[in-house]
């Protein structure tokens, strides 16, 4: 079970840091992703954390954004700074069932099918 929180109002330029708590798997031996889903569009992939530590980014939010892990608290925290008003979504993240997975190609990451568990979503609203 995942539980996303953090989500928010903030103006732009401002920072939000969503997390997403983890129960009945460890975060360290899973990839956990963050997608994003703005109204009338489809999810969108944000970011992703592997296994081992790897971290991909969708371009949009690269130099903005940071995934990590807290091993203490079995979540996945995503740090947002410099938020923009096309950042405005709900916030779900997810988790791959593959334990320890090796899968080396970014591709799959991004990939919503990858997922086997998501959260319930949190609201980021990034004002002009």
């Known amino acids: 079970q995942l539980q996303a929180s953090g989500g928010g109002l903030v103006q732009a330029g401002g920072s939000l840091r969503p997390s997403c708590a983890a129960s009945g798997r460890t975060v360290f031996n899973y990839a956990v992703g963050w997608f994003r889903q703005a109204p009338g569009k489809e999810r969108e992939f944000v970011a992703a954390?592997?296994?081992?530590?790897?971290?991909y980014y969708t371009d949009s939010v690269k130099g903005r954004f940071a995934i990590s892990r807290d091993n203490a608290k079995n979540s996945v925290n995503l740090q947002m700074d410099s938020l923009k008003p096309e950042d405005t979504a709900v916030y779900y993240c997810?988790?791959?069932?593959?334990?320890?997975?090796?899968?080396?190609?970014?591709?799959?990451?991004?990939?919503?099918?990858?997922?086997?568990?998501w959260g319930q979503g949190t609201q980021v609203t990034v004002s002009s």
């Open positions: 997810a988790l791959d069932n593959l334990f320890r997975s090796s899968v080396h190609e970014p591709n799959y990451y991004a990939d919503r099918r990858t997922y086997d568990y």
């Open positions: 954390i592997r296994p081992g530590g790897t971290k």
